[in-house]
């Protein structure tokens, strides 16, 4: 490491919440430092997340082939009409999609991985979300400011993303009021939703819990909802990733895999603003 | 080393201990409560596991889910399938009359049913789902003997854990654990909405498994066998649906 990241700043100065205007030393001078961001079960926890949920896309794409077609209720089948179809080829000759020929059945393994991702992410998603409540994660990193809240505050951040501006410096150690409020969306939100949705097309939970199906209006609505998050999903990603490539891809990749941030840091800016 | 590290080693080191000998004590118990499908080895086993274990522990006794008569899907989908073959199509120009349902295995008095003993059992209907692992699905009244009814006849043994069950099609064979077998809902069925069952449905006889996906239930069934392992059956993994790269659970 190059002499001048020697700086270590002590991880309590840089965590989000605290809105200190006081500046901890004279000094105007801006310095780089090496500091700790992320924490390791943050980090591990993200990865993990985002290799099953890449694995679900793919497996839950595979599976949707097999039956291109949405509807709402109890039941659908190729008799009945549907919500809505995807003009796309099928991989099995039941459904009449248009295309005079089939795609490859790959259900088998796609299912297989699909429901072991599943655990997996699930499983993960319930350490972090535990985790987050303990050691004040959710409280610091995740649950918005009052002052971020108001109407100023809110406009201001939503205003400086319409104007695609490259965020401040100060917003390397802290997520801004639309970045918390769309990860506590995902997290408390549509994580649960896909999960849920995901467990009432299941023949034999719903045994056990009929209400987790009935509720939601029918096996094949579960489905529809299942495939409408997904999406919500998809585009949280791609936003997600276009973030990160807007604020600095490889300073915020190296904050996620080795949860230390580079940084130029001026010691009197406010935290956040 | 660091004082530091070195604890680091040693509290790693005693978690990663703990953790292996906790995984193997639940292996252990899950074998001895019938919570590992036979599917469990391979790269997906861990997933596999997880979920059929979680099931047997949350629906040992529920009911699928039941629905009124309008909810009755008309007409019923009748699913693609494989040609007929020749020894189906003997019993159907004799209108099933020679029809056998055989009953081998870990029972105590082996038998040979005819379509017309099975319809002189108590008879019982459900109204409930069909579900494709593709997606799609239909309602239809179900109308049968359950198969629980048949496994009291003919008498299983205690060590029994399976019951295996063939098609006509010798390419088309299954299993279900006994929990399933003596699920109230399990039904040799030979009746729908009211009617024969018809051969696109899988008449005259088909194995209705409710509470799992449409490809348990397999159609044209003329044989089962009542056994505690599923090893000497194809190559072992339960049914020929894991050996064409399917789950053999398939409750989700």
Redesign the interface.
Known sequence: MPGSESAQVPLAACVASSASTVPSTASTVPVRTVTPRHSALVRITHWITTLCFLALLVTGME??I??P?FYWG???????TPLFKIPIPSS???VPTGYGYVLPDQ???S???H??????VVLTGLLYVISAFFTGHLRKDLLPAESDLSWRGFSNTVASHLRFERPSEAEAWSYNVLQRLSYLFVIFVLFPLIVWTG?A????????F?VT?TSLGG??SA?TIHFFVTIALVLFLLVHVAMICVAGFKSRMRAMITGRMIARRADTHTERT | MTDLSRRKLIIGGLAATAGVASLGVAARIAQKYGLIPPDHGGIYGFGETLTYASHRLLTRHSLAREFSESQISRPPLANEMPPLNNAYKRLQAGGFADWRLTVTGMVDRPAAFSLAQLKSYPRRSQITQIACEEGWSYIAEWIGVPLSHVLDLVGIQPRAKYVVYFSIDPDWWDSIDMSDAMHPQTFLAYGMNGDELPIGNGGPLRLRVPRQLGYKSVKFITHLTVTDSLKGFGKGLGSVEPEAGYAWYAGI
Do not use: C, D, K
């Open positions: 599976i949707v097999s039956h077609r109890e039941t659908g089948n190729v008799l009945t099995r000759s039941l259900n088998g393994w299912r297989y991985l429901f072991q991702a599943a655990w997996i467990l097309m299941s023949p034999a939970f719903v045994s056990a009929p199906v096996q094949q489905r």
